[in-house]
Nanobody, 124 residues
């Protein structure tokens, strides 16, 4: 069992930056693929980024390439999402997710564990 807790979301102005964190419980965190997704009001959950256990394989949604950076610190059981040059369309609840096996995936169904989410609101 893995429990995930996101933090770092807040209200920011367009053009600003944020770093979201996702702290995981469990001794096997380092073996999990970790992903970030987001869901805006009245929209479906959208893939953002994913990273394999070592950080050697990273996958981004086209819509966030160049502005978002996913990373992980296995010693701290934490995965991060750095977001630069925030835009109003980045407003959403951001979720982290964990998958026990496989390659980084954009499919929500690939992930077994989900956090509660953290709200990011970008004002124009």
């Amino acid at each position: 069992q893995v429990q995930l807790v996101e933090s770092g979301g807040r209200l920011v102005q367009a053009g600003g930056s944020l770093r979201l964190s996702c702290a995981a419980s469990g001794r096997t965190f380092s073996s999990y693929v970790m992903g970030w997704f987001r869901q805006a009001p009245e929209k479906e959950r959208e893939f953002v980024a994913a990273i394999n256990w070592s950080g050697s394989s990273i996958y981004y949604a086209n819509s966030v390439k160049g502005r978002f950076t996913i990373s992980r610190d296995n010693a701290k059981n934490t995965v991060y999402l750095q977001i630069n040059n925030l835009k109003p369309e980045d407003t959403a609840v951001y979720y982290c997710a964990a998958a026990g096996a496989g390659l980084p995936s954009s499919r929500p169904s690939s992930y077994e564990y989900w956090g509660q989410g953290t709200q990011v609101t970008v004002s124009s």
